[in-house]
């Protein structure tokens, strides 16, 4: 949800997403393409990939959703230490993940989500 939102907020910048535990080549959960296609944002092409240190070396920037992944991203790269932040860094939050779970998780995941990325942007790509 974060790699579509992202694109639809900053068309310009090259984004991608990868798992830390990556269910590989598997679609969007169900409720996470529903909730995007009402902000009509179409989630259906995306297939989950493992993150990996040929990823991450090539990234700029690197969003976790949570804390310990952003340990587990710095554990499979080190030399990632300085580009990789939490999500909810401004606020103070972490996105906890909502597979297996109700509808309600993904629509509160995906408020976290609009809201750490509403405050990188305000921060950041607002300049540019």
Do not use: C
Request: proline share 6%; hydrophobic share 50%; net charge positive.
């Amino acid at each position: 949800m974060g790699e579509a939102v992202l694109r639809r907020r900053l068309p310009a910048l090259e984004v991608a997403s990868a798992g830390i535990s990556a269910l590989v080549g598997r679609p969007a959960d169900p409720l996470a393409v529903a909730l995007l296609a009402e902000r009509g944002i179409d989630l259906s092409a995306h297939r989950a990939r493992q993150l990996t240190p040929e990823l991450v070396s090539k990234s700029d920037l690197i969003l976790a959703m949570e804390r310990r992944h952003v340990a587990d991203v710095e554990a499979l790269a080190p030399a990632a230490r300085g580009r990789v932040h939490l999500l909810g860094r401004f606020g103070g939050f972490e996105v906890p993940d909502p597979y297996r779970q109700p509808r309600e998780a993904f629509e509160a995941a995906l408020a976290l989500i609009e809201r750490g990325l509403a405050d990188y942007q305000q921060r950041f790509w607002s300049r540019a």
